[in-house]
């Protein structure tokens, strides 16, 4: 077992702090295989690692048992909105987990890496939408301009929440940086849950005591939860330096972002149970409506994500040639 140096948060630039962690820092220049090492140290980053590296692991399995163990329902168009979903939960919590786990070997590297976790939340944002507009539109909201727009427009969002929360990471004032990404994060989720919301308030098309509507209740407590968390600060900002190893915000971000995924799942599930009959009347899903939108927006991403690492590799160049000078 590694025993790893740790830092406190005037020891690492300013860019490596997160507010009111005062310690468990790693070095800004850890290799590879002492990042790997510190999953198991008392570091500020161990538990943000876990709690998604842990759901990451069991969406995965749920992805293969939806999409071959389950009789192959892969197969089934039907089926190909809930495995775009998962998909999506599997791809944000890995790049989650990758990023705490990686982000202390540079700077370009910090960068990169969260760039990589903004480009997972915006497709994980856009599988959501996706599974909404095949199962979640009550009747009177189908063939209406909300239903014909409502999966352009999560596309424009997905992008433009993976560029504006890249470029909050350029700001050089940390309040910023975190204050850039709400609104990059919350307006792809706003937008997804307009006919969630309409639903809630007027059930009685769709049944107001549904196993499917109750799960999507749930999903919007928790998601209110973990947002109130990411937002405020609690509890470190109460007590700074209490909570850096165990307890800090991000780490309850994490738990309630991943009981909240897995509370769509059932939703969605439930969905395809009790609305059989109604989903069968409906067009059926395509290539086109599912895998091909997601595919189309992770290229997006990935060109945004690689255009701003190039700006990134191409300041710390500058800055390394102007520090020689």
Not at 209 to 220: C, M, R
Request: proline residues 5%; contains cysteine; neutral net charge.
């Amino acid at each position: 077992m590694w025993t790893l140096k740790f830092l406190r948060f005037d020891q690492v630039p300013s860019d490596f702090r997160e507010p009111f962690i005062i310690s468990g820092y790693r070095s800004y220049r850890s290799s590879a295989s002492s990042c790997l090492a510190s999953a198991l140290q008392r570091t500020n980053e161990t538990v943000n690692f876990w709690t998604h590296f842990i759901p990451a692991l069991i969406f995965a399995r749920l992805t293969w048992f939806v999409a071959v163990t389950d009789h192959g329902l892969a197969l089934d168009p039907f089926t190909w909105p809930v495995i775009v979903f998962l998909l999506g939960a599997c791809f944000y919590m890995t790049a989650s987990s990758v990023a705490h786990m990686f982000n202390s070997m540079s700077q370009c590297a910090r960068y990169i890496f969260f760039f990589i976790d903004y480009c997972g939340v915006s497709l994980y944002s856009l599988g959501t939408c996706i599974a909404y507009y095949a199962y979640a539109f009550p009747p009177e909201l189908l063939d209406t301009p909300l239903y014909h727009a409502y999966l352009p427009v999560a596309m424009v969002t997905a992008l433009c929440s993976t560029y504006l929360a890249c470029c909050s990471r350029f700001s050089s004032w940390p309040p910023l940086r975190d204050a850039g990404r709400l609104p990059a994060f919350a307006i792809p989720y706003i937008w997804c849950n307009v006919p969630l919301v309409y639903r809630v308030i007027y059930c009685e098309s769709t049944g107001c005591g549904s196993e499917a509507l109750f799960f999507h209740i749930q999903q919007f407590y928790w998601v209110l939860g973990f947002a109130f968390f990411y937002a405020t600060r609690v509890p470190e900002v109460i007590a700074p330096g209490t909570f850096d190893i165990i307890g800090h915000s991000h780490q309850f971000f994490h738990i309630g972002s991943s009981i909240a995924s897995y509370c769509q799942y059932l939703a969605l599930i439930a969905e395809l149970t009790e609305r059989a009959h109604y989903l069968d009347d409906l067009r059926r899903p395509t290539f086109v409506t599912t895998f091909g939108v997601l595919l189309t927006v992770l290229v997006g991403n990935l060109v945004i994500v690689w255009i701003l690492s190039r700006r990134v590799i191409q300041m710390s160049r500058s800055k390394a040639t102007n520090h020689k000078d």
